[in-house]
Protein backbone atom coordinates (compact mmCIF):
# COMPACT_ATOMS: atom_id res chain seq x y z
CA UNK A 1 0.00 0.00 0.00
CA UNK A 2 0.87 3.21 -0.62
CA UNK A 3 1.50 5.50 2.22
CA UNK A 4 -0.73 8.52 2.48
CA UNK A 5 0.31 11.58 0.57
CA UNK A 6 0.42 15.06 2.63
CA UNK A 7 -1.89 17.22 1.98
CA UNK A 8 -1.88 21.33 1.76
CA UNK A 9 -4.28 23.59 3.28
CA UNK A 10 -5.43 24.24 -0.03
CA UNK A 11 -6.26 20.60 -0.81
CA UNK A 12 -10.23 20.98 -0.97
CA UNK A 13 -9.90 23.83 -2.87
CA UNK A 14 -7.86 22.34 -5.40
CA UNK A 15 -10.02 19.17 -5.97
CA UNK A 16 -13.36 21.10 -6.05
CA UNK A 17 -11.82 23.75 -8.66
CA UNK A 18 -11.15 20.58 -10.75
CA UNK A 19 -7.23 20.02 -10.36
CA UNK A 20 -5.69 16.84 -11.26
CA UNK A 21 -4.06 15.65 -8.27
CA UNK A 22 -0.77 13.92 -7.95
CA UNK A 23 2.08 12.42 -5.97
CA UNK A 24 4.95 14.87 -5.77
CA UNK A 25 7.36 14.12 -3.17
CA UNK A 26 5.06 13.04 -1.23
CA UNK A 27 1.98 15.98 -1.33
CA UNK A 28 -1.24 15.21 -3.62
CA UNK A 29 -0.72 18.27 -5.34
CA UNK A 30 -2.50 20.57 -8.48
CA UNK A 31 -0.49 19.66 -11.35
CA UNK A 32 -3.00 21.45 -13.34
CA UNK A 33 -6.68 23.07 -13.72
CA UNK A 34 -7.01 23.01 -16.99
CA UNK A 35 -3.99 23.49 -20.01
CA UNK A 36 -0.58 23.33 -18.60
CA UNK A 37 0.20 25.55 -21.88
CA UNK A 38 -3.04 28.41 -20.95
CA UNK A 39 -1.79 28.35 -17.40
CA UNK A 40 1.84 29.05 -18.08
CA UNK A 41 0.93 31.75 -20.72
CA UNK A 42 -1.13 33.29 -18.48
CA UNK A 43 1.93 34.30 -15.67
CA UNK A 44 3.49 35.12 -18.93
CA UNK A 45 1.24 37.24 -19.77
CA UNK A 46 -0.12 38.70 -16.56
CA UNK A 47 -0.24 36.68 -13.49
CA UNK A 48 0.06 33.55 -12.20
CA UNK A 49 -1.15 31.91 -8.80
CA UNK A 50 0.17 28.65 -7.37
CA UNK A 51 0.13 26.53 -4.28
CA UNK A 52 3.52 26.10 -3.36
CA UNK A 53 2.29 24.92 0.59
CA UNK A 54 4.66 21.44 0.50
CA UNK A 55 7.89 23.93 -0.18
CA UNK A 56 9.99 22.74 3.15
CA UNK A 57 10.33 25.66 5.75
CA UNK A 58 12.48 25.70 8.77
CA UNK A 59 12.64 28.32 11.24
CA UNK A 60 15.47 28.97 13.00
CA UNK A 61 16.19 31.61 15.85
CA UNK A 62 18.23 31.99 18.80
CA UNK A 63 21.90 33.98 19.39
CA UNK A 64 23.59 30.76 17.68
CA UNK A 65 20.89 30.60 14.67
CA UNK A 66 23.40 32.72 13.07
CA UNK A 67 26.80 30.50 13.61
CA UNK A 68 24.96 27.37 13.10
CA UNK A 69 23.33 28.56 9.07
CA UNK A 70 26.78 29.68 8.23
CA UNK A 71 28.34 26.13 9.06
CA UNK A 72 25.52 24.52 7.04
CA UNK A 73 24.89 26.65 4.43
CA UNK A 74 27.56 27.36 1.27
CA UNK A 75 27.30 31.37 1.25
CA UNK A 76 28.35 33.81 4.40
CA UNK A 77 24.96 33.70 6.01
CA UNK A 78 26.27 36.87 8.10
CA UNK A 79 26.48 38.90 5.21
CA UNK A 80 22.55 38.80 4.76
CA UNK A 81 20.83 41.79 5.99
CA UNK A 82 17.41 42.19 7.39
CA UNK A 83 14.99 41.63 4.70
CA UNK A 84 17.41 40.16 2.37
CA UNK A 85 17.32 36.51 0.94
CA UNK A 86 19.96 34.70 -0.54
CA UNK A 87 20.01 31.25 -2.71
CA UNK A 88 22.78 29.04 -1.59
CA UNK A 89 23.25 25.16 -1.37
CA UNK A 90 23.59 22.63 0.92
CA UNK A 91 26.41 19.83 0.55
CA UNK A 92 27.81 16.73 1.51
CA UNK A 93 31.42 16.07 2.49
CA UNK A 94 32.02 15.41 -0.74
CA UNK A 95 30.75 18.42 -2.17
CA UNK A 96 27.82 16.81 -3.42
CA UNK A 97 24.51 18.69 -4.02
CA UNK A 98 22.16 17.75 -0.80
CA UNK A 99 19.55 20.67 -1.66
CA UNK A 100 19.42 24.11 -2.95
CA UNK A 101 17.75 26.66 -0.69
CA UNK A 102 16.91 30.09 -0.20
CA UNK A 103 17.40 31.76 3.11
CA UNK A 104 15.98 34.92 4.43
CA UNK A 105 16.63 37.39 7.13
CA UNK A 106 13.26 38.62 9.11
CA UNK A 107 12.89 40.18 12.83
CA UNK A 108 9.57 39.09 13.96
CA UNK A 109 6.47 40.94 15.66
CA UNK A 110 9.02 41.25 18.84
CA UNK A 111 11.89 42.86 17.12
CA UNK A 112 13.36 39.28 17.65
CA UNK A 113 15.72 38.39 14.41
CA UNK A 114 14.90 34.38 12.65
CA UNK A 115 16.01 32.73 9.72
CA UNK A 116 13.69 31.45 7.41
CA UNK A 117 15.13 28.71 5.43
CA UNK A 118 12.82 27.16 2.20
CA UNK A 119 13.73 23.99 1.27
CA UNK A 120 12.46 21.84 -1.83
CA UNK A 121 9.58 19.12 -0.28
CA UNK A 122 11.85 16.32 -1.87
CA UNK A 123 14.68 17.14 0.61
CA UNK A 124 12.83 18.09 3.48
CA UNK A 125 13.31 15.22 5.42
CA UNK A 126 16.80 14.72 4.50
CA UNK A 127 17.48 18.45 5.17
CA UNK A 128 15.96 18.24 8.75
CA UNK A 129 18.02 14.81 9.23
CA UNK A 130 20.98 16.70 8.07
CA UNK A 131 20.21 19.63 10.75
CA UNK A 132 19.71 16.79 13.57
CA UNK A 133 22.96 15.68 12.58
CA UNK A 134 24.59 18.69 12.98
CA UNK A 135 22.82 19.97 15.78
CA UNK A 136 22.60 18.02 18.57
CA UNK A 137 20.56 18.95 21.41
CA UNK A 138 24.18 19.40 23.36
CA UNK A 139 25.20 22.19 20.99
CA UNK A 140 21.60 23.70 20.49
CA UNK A 141 21.85 23.87 23.88
CA UNK A 142 25.04 25.73 24.50
CA UNK A 143 24.51 29.05 26.86
CA UNK A 144 24.65 32.06 24.98
CA UNK A 145 24.83 30.42 21.62
CA UNK A 146 20.90 28.56 22.05
CA UNK A 147 19.59 27.74 18.44
CA UNK A 148 15.96 26.78 18.52
CA UNK A 149 14.42 25.54 15.19
CA UNK A 150 11.04 24.43 13.75
CA UNK A 151 9.13 22.79 10.82
CA UNK A 152 6.62 25.57 9.94
CA UNK A 153 5.81 23.41 6.90
CA UNK A 154 2.45 22.29 7.58
CA UNK A 155 1.69 25.22 9.85
CA UNK A 156 1.98 27.89 6.92
CA UNK A 157 0.73 27.71 3.37
CA UNK A 158 2.61 29.17 0.75
CA UNK A 159 1.31 30.79 -2.76
CA UNK A 160 3.72 31.78 -5.49
CA UNK A 161 1.76 34.93 -7.41
CA UNK A 162 4.16 35.70 -10.70
CA UNK A 163 3.63 37.10 -13.56
CA UNK A 164 4.08 41.01 -14.96
CA UNK A 165 0.96 41.95 -13.41
CA UNK A 166 2.01 40.70 -9.68
CA UNK A 167 2.92 43.82 -7.99
CA UNK A 168 -0.92 45.09 -9.10
CA UNK A 169 -2.87 42.74 -7.85
CA UNK A 170 -1.08 41.75 -4.47
CA UNK A 171 -0.77 46.07 -3.77
CA UNK A 172 -4.63 46.05 -2.37
CA UNK A 173 -3.84 43.32 -0.09
CA UNK A 174 -0.63 44.15 1.89
CA UNK A 175 0.78 46.56 3.92
CA UNK A 176 3.95 47.32 2.29
CA UNK A 177 5.29 48.82 -0.61
CA UNK A 178 5.64 46.27 -3.29
CA UNK A 179 6.63 48.05 -6.16
CA UNK A 180 10.18 49.44 -4.16
CA UNK A 181 10.78 46.06 -2.86
CA UNK A 182 14.03 44.75 -4.28
CA UNK A 183 14.27 41.45 -6.00
CA UNK A 184 15.26 39.17 -3.54
CA UNK A 185 13.85 40.67 -0.76
CA UNK A 186 10.78 39.98 2.18
CA UNK A 187 9.10 41.24 5.01
CA UNK A 188 6.58 40.11 7.28
CA UNK A 189 2.85 41.89 6.43
CA UNK A 190 -0.17 42.64 7.34
CA UNK A 191 -3.17 41.25 5.18
CA UNK A 192 -5.33 43.60 4.50
CA UNK A 193 -8.30 41.39 3.76
CA UNK A 194 -10.78 40.36 6.43
CA UNK A 195 -10.44 36.83 5.40
CA UNK A 196 -6.60 37.17 6.61
CA UNK A 197 -8.96 37.37 10.90
CA UNK A 198 -5.93 40.31 11.35
CA UNK A 199 -2.73 37.74 10.52
CA UNK A 200 -0.25 38.74 9.27
CA UNK A 201 2.44 36.66 6.62
CA UNK A 202 5.72 36.88 5.38
CA UNK A 203 6.04 38.17 1.29
CA UNK A 204 9.62 38.32 -0.76
CA UNK A 205 10.23 39.59 -4.21
CA UNK A 206 11.16 35.68 -4.97
CA UNK A 207 9.85 32.85 -7.71
CA UNK A 208 10.71 29.93 -10.04
CA UNK A 209 9.38 31.62 -12.87
CA UNK A 210 11.51 34.09 -14.80
CA UNK A 211 8.79 36.43 -14.08
CA UNK A 212 8.47 39.32 -11.62
CA UNK A 213 6.42 38.19 -8.51
CA UNK A 214 6.15 37.26 -5.16
CA UNK A 215 6.04 34.12 -2.86
CA UNK A 216 3.61 34.89 0.26
CA UNK A 217 3.72 32.60 3.57
CA UNK A 218 0.01 32.76 5.83
CA UNK A 219 -0.93 30.81 8.66
CA UNK A 220 -2.65 27.24 7.19
CA UNK A 221 -6.05 28.29 9.18
CA UNK A 222 -6.31 31.39 6.94
CA UNK A 223 -5.14 30.12 3.84
CA UNK A 224 -8.16 29.05 1.70
CA UNK A 225 -9.49 32.60 2.63
CA UNK A 226 -6.07 34.71 1.34
CA UNK A 227 -6.22 32.58 -1.38
CA UNK A 228 -9.77 33.51 -2.85
CA UNK A 229 -8.69 37.01 -1.94
CA UNK A 230 -5.82 36.99 -3.94
CA UNK A 231 -7.71 35.44 -6.98
CA UNK A 232 -10.58 37.80 -6.54
CA UNK A 233 -7.90 40.73 -6.65
CA UNK A 234 -6.76 39.34 -9.62
CA UNK A 235 -9.60 39.20 -11.58
CA UNK A 236 -9.45 41.91 -13.38
CA UNK A 237 -5.84 41.12 -15.01
CA UNK A 238 -6.98 37.89 -15.50
CA UNK A 239 -5.34 35.90 -12.82
CA UNK A 240 -5.40 31.88 -13.46
CA UNK A 241 -4.91 29.20 -10.25
CA UNK A 242 -1.89 27.50 -11.91
CA UNK A 243 -0.45 23.82 -11.33
CA UNK A 244 2.95 22.16 -10.90
CA UNK A 245 3.12 21.22 -14.34
CA UNK A 246 3.47 25.15 -15.84
CA UNK A 247 5.43 25.84 -13.11
CA UNK A 248 7.96 23.33 -14.56
CA UNK A 249 7.64 24.20 -17.70
CA UNK A 250 8.20 28.04 -16.83
CA UNK A 251 10.92 27.48 -14.61
CA UNK A 252 12.54 25.30 -17.22
CA UNK A 253 12.18 28.11 -20.00
CA UNK A 254 13.80 30.39 -17.23
CA UNK A 255 17.02 27.89 -17.15
CA UNK A 256 16.16 27.62 -13.43
CA UNK A 257 17.22 23.91 -12.16
CA UNK A 258 15.46 21.18 -10.15
CA UNK A 259 16.77 19.36 -7.88
CA UNK A 260 16.40 15.53 -8.43
CA UNK A 261 16.65 16.70 -11.99
CA UNK A 262 19.41 18.95 -12.77
CA UNK A 263 21.02 19.19 -8.91
CA UNK A 264 21.41 16.15 -6.73
CA UNK A 265 24.01 14.13 -4.53
CA UNK A 266 26.37 13.27 -7.23
CA UNK A 267 26.24 16.35 -8.87
CA UNK A 268 28.87 19.50 -7.43
CA UNK A 269 27.99 23.11 -7.70
CA UNK A 270 30.17 23.59 -10.70
CA UNK A 271 28.82 21.38 -13.20
CA UNK A 272 25.64 22.57 -12.29
CA UNK A 273 26.89 26.53 -12.82
CA UNK A 274 26.54 27.31 -9.15
CA UNK A 275 29.72 28.03 -8.39
CA UNK A 276 28.40 31.40 -7.78
CA UNK A 277 26.46 30.36 -4.66
CA UNK A 278 28.97 28.87 -2.65
CA UNK A 279 32.01 30.78 -0.98
CA UNK A 280 34.86 29.23 -0.15
CA UNK A 281 36.64 31.65 1.93
CA UNK A 282 35.41 33.11 5.24
CA UNK A 283 33.18 29.83 5.66
CA UNK A 284 33.49 26.16 7.06
CA UNK A 285 30.30 23.78 6.03
CA UNK A 286 30.37 20.33 5.48
CA UNK A 287 32.32 19.62 2.11
CA UNK A 288 33.71 23.20 1.74
CA UNK A 289 37.16 21.52 1.12
CA UNK A 290 36.02 19.67 -1.38
CA UNK A 291 34.55 22.08 -3.09
CA UNK A 292 37.86 24.12 -3.10
CA UNK A 293 39.77 21.02 -4.50
CA UNK A 294 36.84 20.50 -7.24
CA UNK A 295 37.41 24.11 -8.00
CA UNK A 296 40.48 24.03 -9.09
CA UNK A 297 39.68 20.89 -11.33
CA UNK A 298 38.38 20.83 -15.05
CA UNK A 299 34.13 20.23 -15.06
CA UNK A 300 33.69 17.02 -16.21
CA UNK A 301 30.20 17.78 -16.86
CA UNK A 302 28.79 21.02 -18.21
CA UNK A 303 24.41 22.18 -17.65
CA UNK A 304 23.63 23.54 -20.92
CA UNK A 305 20.50 24.67 -22.68
CA UNK A 306 19.78 22.64 -25.79
CA UNK A 307 16.91 23.92 -28.67
CA UNK A 308 15.54 20.59 -30.74
CA UNK A 309 14.20 20.83 -34.02
CA UNK A 310 11.68 18.90 -34.08
CA UNK A 311 8.59 19.11 -31.66
CA UNK A 312 9.17 16.02 -29.89
CA UNK A 313 10.31 16.30 -26.41
CA UNK A 314 13.51 14.72 -24.96
CA UNK A 315 12.73 13.22 -21.55
CA UNK A 316 14.75 13.34 -18.72
CA UNK A 317 17.63 10.71 -18.96
CA UNK A 318 17.66 10.66 -22.77
CA UNK A 319 21.14 10.60 -24.57
CA UNK A 320 23.07 13.44 -26.46
CA UNK A 321 25.20 12.41 -28.98
CA UNK A 322 27.90 14.59 -31.21
CA UNK A 323 27.96 12.07 -34.12
CA UNK A 324 27.86 8.81 -33.12
CA UNK A 325 29.33 9.43 -29.70
CA UNK A 326 27.59 9.64 -26.24
CA UNK A 327 28.51 12.61 -24.74
CA UNK A 328 25.78 13.74 -22.62
CA UNK A 329 22.29 13.14 -21.01
CA UNK A 330 19.37 15.61 -20.56
CA UNK A 331 17.98 16.12 -17.53
CA UNK A 332 14.73 18.03 -18.48
CA UNK A 333 12.57 18.93 -21.20
CA UNK A 334 9.13 20.00 -22.57
CA UNK A 335 7.65 21.69 -25.32
CA UNK A 336 8.40 25.41 -24.36
CA UNK A 337 4.70 27.00 -24.51
CA UNK A 338 6.31 30.68 -25.27
CA UNK A 339 8.80 29.81 -27.93
CA UNK A 340 7.12 27.02 -29.35
CA UNK A 341 10.04 24.79 -29.73
CA UNK A 342 11.07 21.59 -28.06
CA UNK A 343 13.82 23.07 -25.39
CA UNK A 344 15.61 20.77 -22.52
CA UNK A 345 18.29 21.12 -20.32
CA UNK A 346 21.44 18.34 -20.29
CA UNK A 347 24.44 17.42 -19.18
CA UNK A 348 27.26 17.65 -21.73
CA UNK A 349 31.10 17.44 -21.67
CA UNK A 350 33.06 20.55 -21.68
CA UNK A 351 34.37 20.19 -25.18
CA UNK A 352 30.50 19.85 -26.51
CA UNK A 353 29.26 22.68 -24.67
CA UNK A 354 29.74 25.98 -26.48
CA UNK A 355 26.41 27.22 -27.63
CA UNK A 356 25.60 26.71 -31.51
CA UNK A 357 27.17 23.15 -30.70
CA UNK A 358 25.10 21.10 -32.80
CA UNK A 359 24.39 17.98 -30.78
CA UNK A 360 22.07 15.39 -30.73
CA UNK A 361 19.31 13.30 -28.18
CA UNK A 362 18.19 10.40 -28.76
CA UNK A 363 14.32 10.09 -28.31
CA UNK A 364 13.22 6.44 -28.24
CA UNK A 365 15.81 5.21 -30.47
CA UNK A 366 15.33 8.28 -32.99
CA UNK A 367 17.91 11.08 -33.06
CA UNK A 368 16.68 14.52 -33.26
CA UNK A 369 18.88 17.30 -33.65
CA UNK A 370 19.53 19.61 -31.02
CA UNK A 371 21.80 23.00 -31.05
CA UNK A 372 23.38 23.84 -27.58
CA UNK A 373 22.10 27.40 -26.38
CA UNK A 374 22.42 29.77 -23.62
CA UNK A 375 20.00 29.45 -21.03
CA UNK A 376 17.95 31.04 -20.54
CA UNK A 377 15.57 29.93 -23.02
CA UNK A 378 13.26 32.87 -22.02
CA UNK A 379 14.00 36.37 -21.03
CA UNK A 380 11.87 38.74 -19.48
CA UNK A 381 11.18 42.49 -20.85
CA UNK A 382 12.40 44.45 -18.10
CA UNK A 383 10.10 46.93 -16.72
CA UNK A 384 10.56 50.15 -18.48
CA UNK A 385 11.40 49.02 -21.51
CA UNK A 386 9.00 49.44 -24.63
CA UNK A 387 8.84 46.11 -26.24
CA UNK B 1 -19.49 10.06 -36.27
CA UNK B 2 -21.21 9.75 -33.29
CA UNK B 3 -19.21 8.12 -30.66
CA UNK B 4 -22.37 5.93 -29.31
CA UNK B 5 -21.75 4.38 -32.65
CA UNK B 6 -18.37 3.39 -32.49
CA UNK B 7 -15.79 0.29 -31.21
CA UNK B 8 -13.15 1.23 -28.66
CA UNK B 9 -10.10 -0.37 -27.71
CA UNK B 10 -9.01 -0.63 -23.98
CA UNK B 11 -5.88 1.57 -25.29
CA UNK B 12 -8.75 4.18 -26.28
CA UNK B 13 -8.62 3.92 -29.92
CA UNK B 14 -11.89 4.40 -31.43
CA UNK B 15 -13.19 2.87 -35.00
CA UNK B 16 -15.87 3.56 -37.50
CA UNK B 17 -16.59 0.44 -39.60
CA UNK B 18 -17.61 1.37 -43.46
CA UNK B 19 -18.29 -0.96 -46.16
CA UNK B 20 -16.93 0.63 -49.53
CA UNK B 21 -18.11 0.36 -53.39
CA UNK B 22 -16.50 -2.53 -54.21
CA UNK B 23 -17.52 -4.12 -50.76
CA UNK B 24 -14.54 -3.68 -48.72
CA UNK B 25 -14.56 -2.62 -45.29
CA UNK B 26 -12.73 0.21 -44.01
CA UNK B 27 -11.92 1.19 -40.79
CA UNK B 28 -11.61 4.73 -40.04
CA UNK B 29 -9.39 5.15 -36.72
CA UNK B 30 -9.35 7.99 -33.96
CA UNK B 31 -8.35 8.56 -30.54
CA UNK B 32 -11.45 8.94 -27.98
CA UNK B 33 -12.22 12.53 -26.22
CA UNK B 34 -11.52 10.74 -22.90
CA UNK B 35 -8.08 9.95 -23.87
CA UNK B 36 -7.29 13.87 -25.59
CA UNK B 37 -8.57 15.45 -22.18
CA UNK B 38 -6.43 13.11 -19.52
CA UNK B 39 -3.22 14.04 -21.73
CA UNK B 40 -4.16 17.83 -22.79
CA UNK B 41 -1.52 19.71 -24.05
CA UNK B 42 -0.28 18.17 -27.38
CA UNK B 43 2.36 19.00 -28.81
CA UNK B 44 3.20 16.08 -31.49
CA UNK B 45 1.80 13.04 -33.31
CA UNK B 46 3.50 11.06 -35.45
CA UNK B 47 1.30 8.30 -38.16
CA UNK B 48 2.51 5.87 -40.47
CA UNK B 49 2.53 6.14 -44.10
CA UNK B 50 -0.17 4.88 -46.58
CA UNK B 51 0.37 1.15 -47.61
CA UNK B 52 1.48 -0.27 -44.37
CA UNK B 53 0.13 -2.83 -42.82
CA UNK B 54 -1.06 -2.73 -38.81
CA UNK B 55 -2.23 -4.97 -36.45
CA UNK B 56 -4.27 -5.35 -34.04
CA UNK B 57 -2.67 -4.53 -30.42
CA UNK B 58 0.41 -3.31 -32.18
CA UNK B 59 1.83 0.27 -31.91
CA UNK B 60 1.18 2.53 -35.75
CA UNK B 61 2.06 5.64 -34.08
CA UNK B 62 2.30 7.83 -31.47
CA UNK B 63 0.66 10.83 -29.18
CA UNK B 64 2.77 13.24 -27.42
CA UNK B 65 1.71 15.73 -24.53
CA UNK B 66 3.61 17.72 -22.34
CA UNK B 67 2.94 15.50 -19.73
CA UNK B 68 3.82 12.39 -21.65
CA UNK B 69 4.32 10.13 -24.59
CA UNK B 70 2.08 7.00 -25.74
CA UNK B 71 1.88 4.81 -28.39
CA UNK B 72 -1.43 4.93 -30.84
CA UNK B 73 -2.16 0.93 -31.01
CA UNK B 74 -4.69 -0.33 -34.06
CA UNK B 75 -7.59 -2.14 -33.18
CA UNK B 76 -7.37 -4.31 -36.56
CA UNK B 77 -5.83 -6.43 -38.77
CA UNK B 78 -5.72 -4.46 -42.47
CA UNK B 79 -3.66 -2.02 -44.80
CA UNK B 80 -3.70 1.85 -44.25
CA UNK B 81 -5.37 3.44 -47.35
CA UNK B 82 -5.26 6.72 -45.89
CA UNK B 83 -3.99 8.99 -43.22
CA UNK B 84 -4.81 12.47 -42.03
CA UNK B 85 -2.02 14.58 -42.41
CA UNK B 86 -4.02 17.65 -41.71
CA UNK B 87 -4.26 16.49 -37.78
CA UNK B 88 -0.51 16.51 -37.60
CA UNK B 89 -0.15 19.73 -38.61
CA UNK B 90 -3.07 21.30 -36.45
CA UNK B 91 -3.37 19.05 -33.37
CA UNK B 92 -6.19 21.49 -31.91
CA UNK B 93 -8.04 19.87 -34.37
CA UNK B 94 -7.62 16.63 -32.61
CA UNK B 95 -8.42 18.02 -29.33
CA UNK B 96 -11.30 20.12 -30.54
CA UNK B 97 -13.01 17.39 -32.68
CA UNK B 98 -11.63 13.74 -32.03
CA UNK B 99 -14.15 12.09 -33.71
CA UNK B 100 -14.60 14.36 -37.25
CA UNK B 101 -11.42 16.14 -38.34
CA UNK B 102 -9.57 14.31 -35.72
CA UNK B 103 -9.51 11.05 -37.22
CA UNK B 104 -6.01 9.40 -37.45
CA UNK B 105 -6.03 6.87 -40.31
CA UNK B 106 -8.02 4.60 -42.71
CA UNK B 107 -7.58 0.50 -42.89
CA UNK B 108 -8.41 -1.66 -45.25
CA UNK B 109 -9.66 -4.65 -42.72
CA UNK B 110 -8.44 -7.75 -43.16
CA UNK B 111 -9.53 -9.77 -40.65
CA UNK B 112 -13.13 -8.91 -39.61
CA UNK B 113 -12.87 -10.92 -36.51
CA UNK B 114 -10.89 -8.92 -34.51
CA UNK B 115 -14.06 -6.67 -33.99
CA UNK B 116 -15.66 -8.67 -31.70
CA UNK B 117 -12.96 -8.52 -29.58
CA UNK B 118 -13.78 -4.43 -29.23
CA UNK B 119 -16.02 -2.74 -26.80
CA UNK B 120 -19.31 -1.08 -27.75
CA UNK B 121 -19.94 2.77 -26.22
CA UNK B 122 -21.11 1.33 -23.28
CA UNK B 123 -18.51 -0.75 -21.79
CA UNK B 124 -15.68 1.71 -22.86
CA UNK B 125 -17.98 4.01 -20.74
CA UNK B 126 -17.50 1.76 -17.79
CA UNK B 127 -14.09 0.81 -18.24
CA UNK B 128 -12.92 5.27 -18.49
CA UNK B 129 -15.15 5.76 -15.21
CA UNK B 130 -12.98 2.48 -13.61
CA UNK B 131 -10.26 4.91 -14.84
CA UNK B 132 -10.84 7.58 -13.08
CA UNK B 133 -12.03 6.05 -10.02
CA UNK B 134 -8.93 4.52 -9.69
CA UNK B 135 -6.82 7.87 -10.80
Partial sequence: MTPALLWTPLYEWHVAHGARMVDFAGWAMPLQYRSITEEHLATRRSCGIVDISHMGRLRFEGPGAEEFLAALLTRRIGEIKLGQI????????????????????YHNEMGQPFYLVVVNASNREKIVQWTHRHLPPERAGVRGKEVLWTDVTRLWAMFAIQGPNAVEVLQPLVDVDLDTMKYYNGALVRIL??????????????????????????????????????????????????????????????????????????????????????????????????????????????RVGLELSGRRIARERSPVLAGDERVGWVTSGTFSPSLQRSIAMAYVRPDRAEPGTELSVDIRGRREPACVVKLPFYRRRSKGTTP | ??????????????????????????????????????????????????????????????????????????????????????????????ADDPYEKGWLIKVRITDESGLTKLMDYAAYQRQCEQEMKDA
Wanted: hydrophobic residues 40%; aromatic residues 8%.
Fill in chain 1, 86 to 105: RYSLVTNEQGGILDDVLTGY
Fill in chain 1, 193 to 302: HPAARRQGGIISRTGYTGEDGFELSVGAGIATGVWEAILEQGKPFGIVPTGLGARDTLRLEAGMPLYGHELGEDVDPFQAGLGYACYLTGVDFPGREALVRLQNEPVRWK
Fill in chain 2, 1 to 94: MKPEELLYTTTHEWIHVATDPSGAKIGTVGISSFALEALTDLVFIELPQVGQRVQAGRRFGEIESVKAVSDLYSPVDGEIVAVNSAVAKDLEHL
